[in-house]
């Protein structure tokens, strides 16, 4: 018999206030001020999409079998992001234009799936953000094999808590818990504007090493060799 382990209730949604300031925030900006967290570069955009910022809901499947996606879909809600943990394997596409249709439907704002995807096209036409490691023609079914549902797993090298916020654009994928989620955010929204500067006074003239501090720190390595 297959052996299903789904948890007893959806996590909480983010608050809004802080959805606000997380949609702000730049990956590659939070790469700057912490070093874990950060889904492996394998996992690339189907398309273009995003940015995108949500509350993660985590699926395990195995192999041959999406049943327990197929499933899961009935119950997402909007500004959830649907994060699939593989277990190992890189060959069947769980994930197409079939479910995205469906997690699009009920609200959901992207998907991160640790294996490949099939239908990009259609997942593009649909409009939800999805990242995979590739594109695969060969498909899962319903083999009723198992799995489970909002209980940790992995994902990209990362361990993914249902309820854990997901960062996700063109740069890379965070998962954030949410304890300190606010004052991090806030971190990296002050880095942010401090890069405009950055921008701005070197477009105006300045280099870029006696803005950042650079050209000093190797001028005075040079000077006390």
Known sequence: MPRYLIADS???????????KLREVETATAGHLRDTGFMDG??????????????????????????????ITGLLRP?????????????YAC???GVTNAAKCAGAVGAIVDGPATDPEEIESFGLPVWSRGISA????????????????SCGGVPVH??????????????????????FADQCLRAQEKGLDRI????????????????????EALAAQ
Request: include cysteine; glycine fraction near 14%.
């Open 10 to 20: 959806m996590p909480d949604p983010i608050p809004v206030q802080l959805l606000q």
């Open 42 to 71: 394998g996992l690339r955009p189907v398309w273009p999409g995003g940015p995108v910022v949500g509350c993660a809901v985590t699926v395990s499947i195995s192999g041959t079998d999406s049943t327990l996606l197929h499933h």
């Open 138 to 153: 060969i498909t899962t079914r319903l083999a009723n094999l198992g799995g489970s549902f909002n209980n940790p797993v």
């Open 79 to 91: 500004g959830d992001i649907v994060v699939v943990d593989r277990l190992g394997d890189n060959r």
């Open 95 to 97: 994930w197409g234009g």
């Open 162 to 183: 249902a309820g854990d916020i997901i960062i996700a654009d063109q740069s890379g994928i965070l998962v954030l818990p949410r304890d300190g989620a606010e004052a």
């Open 200 to 219: 701005h006074r070197v477009r105006d003239g300045e280099k870029l090493g006696d803005v950042s501090g650079a050209s000093r720190m190797v001028l």
